[in-house]
Nanobody, 118 residues
């Protein structure tokens, strides 16, 4: 599976960005697609995840500002980011986890830079 992320960029504090991640390949019926982010010197951290059953989970820092969604027909997951803050600056990575009988797979996209200026 290949994940192609897009939508990053430079935005001022309080602005919005929408990230997209399109999956190409064999997607299992049970899966979770999500977004992680990483700054230099820090570990990669979960931002938001959405399962194939449309359950969502958000980092505390993202609650109330970010919204994750998916379009299964387009095999794409989105992250709408509003009220952006300088501390949201990071490289954002798309992630896919999927499960089948006796099988578990994980894939990462290439990352897209989000920079929020103060």
């Amino acid at each position: 599976v290949q994940l192609q992320a897009s939508g990053g960029g430079l935005v001022q504090t309080g602005g919005s960005l929408r990230l997209s991640c399109a999956a190409d390949g064999n997607i299992f019926g049970i899966n979770a697609m999500g977004w992680y982010r990483q700054n230099l010197g820090n570990e990669r951290e979960l931002v938001a995840v959405i399962t194939s059953g449309n359950s969502t989970n958000y980092a505390d820092s993202a609650k109330g500002r970010f919204a994750i969604s998916r379009d299964n027909a387009k095999r794409t997951v989105y992250l709408q980011m509003n009220s952006l803050k300088p501390e949201d600056t990071a490289v954002y990575y798309c992630n896919l986890k999927q499960w089948a009988v006796l099988q578990r797979e994980q894939y990462w996209g290439q990352g897209t830079q989000v920079t929020v200026s103060s």
